[in-house]
């Protein structure tokens, strides 16, 4: 087993994921209006989030919920998932220009890194303790390789304008 989740192969890239989405945040957050870039860095954002979600899900959760130790944190994770993705959908659904727009950002930024710290500093630890070297050289190959089609076909989905929440 790992002595720590830096000697984790999988882990390591979900990490790099999450610094790439903080910066991504970052720069989001500065941003004005129906700007172009606005709307570059949400779609950016938007598959790069979704893409990351499937592929950790397929490639870590999806053993990590087989193990009794640390089933409980995986379910609460993949709880998470779906939570931020139907916050991007009502995002996507709201007018970009708006202050309610920077409003629902200003959520999910502050829902998502609370999910990525959480995982970074809680459950990586506790996942690593699981992970075995050809464990994680097969969730590595498998999270590489999921998440590139993922990212391929991943798309901003709005709700229906209508459906988005005031």
Same mark, same amino acid.
């Given at each position: ?41 949400? @779609? ?29 944190? @995986? ?81 901003? @989905? ?9």
């Amino acid at each position: 087993m790992s002595s720590s989740d830096t000697d984790t192969k999988v882990l390591e890239r979900l990490r790099t994921d999450h610094d790439r989405q903080r910066e991504l945040l970052d720069r989001i957050a500065k941003t004005e209006g129906a700007s172009e870039e606005r709307r570059e860095l949400f @779609t950016q954002l938007t598959k790069e989030l979704k893409s990351h979600a499937a592929a950790e899900e397929q490639a870590v959760y999806s053993e990590m919920l087989a193990e009794p130790d640390v089933s409980d944190e @995986t379910r609460h994770s993949v709880a998470e998932h779906h939570e931020i993705d139907e916050m991007l959908n009502d995002l996507a659904a709201t007018d970009m220009g708006s202050s309610a727009w920077m409003q629902k950002f200003k959520q999910l930024d502050e829902r998502y890194r609370h999910h990525i710290n959480e995982e970074e500093e809680d459950h990586f630890p506790d996942f690593a303790d699981q992970i075995d070297k050809s464990m994680d050289k097969e969730m590595t190959a498998t999270f590489d390789e999921r998440k590139e089609k993922e990212k391929a076909a991943a798309e901003v @989905t709005p709700e229906e304008k209508e459906d988005a929440k005031e």
